[in-house]
Nanobody, 125 residues
Framework: QVQLVESGGGLVQTGGSLRLSCAAS????????MGWFRQAPGKDREFVAG????????YYADSVRGRFTVSRDNAKNTVYLQMNSLRVEDTAIYYC??????????????????WGQGTQVTVSS
């Protein structure tokens, strides 16, 4: 079992920045990768970014590439999402997630087994 807790959301103006954190606890040594997803009102939860836990590798949705950066601190069992040049359309609840050991890399929501409670990001114009 893995427990995930997100923090760092808030209200920011267009063009601003926020950094989200996701603290993991439990069987963190077995996580193959971590992902960030977001869900806006009335929309499906979508992949945003991901990072391999014990090897190089970061992944981004086209909509955030060049503006968002995902990183990890294994010593702190924490994953970060640095969000720059924020847009109104980035407004959503942001979730971090991970999956069971041995799973191949995936951007699909259904392939993630453990989820945090989410943190709200609101970008105002």
């Amino acid at each position: 079992q893995v427990q995930l807790v997100e923090s760092g959301g808030g209200l920011v103006q267009t063009g601003g920045s926020l950094r989200l954190s996701c603290a993991a606890s439990g069987r963190t040594f077995s996580m193959p990768y971590m992902g960030w997803f977001r869900q806006a009102p009335g929309k499906d939860r979508e992949f945003v970014a991901g990072v391999r836990w014990s090897a190089p590798g970061t992944y981004y949705a086209d909509s955030v590439r060049g503006r968002f950066t995902v990183s990890r601190d294994n010593a702190k069992n924490t994953v970060y999402l640095q969000m720059n040049s924020l847009r109104v359309e980035d407004t959503a609840i942001y979730y971090c997630a991970t999956t069971s050991p041995g799973r191949a890399w995936s951007r699909q929501r259904a392939d993630y087994d453990y989820w945090g409670q989410g943190t709200q990001v609101t970008v105002s114009s």
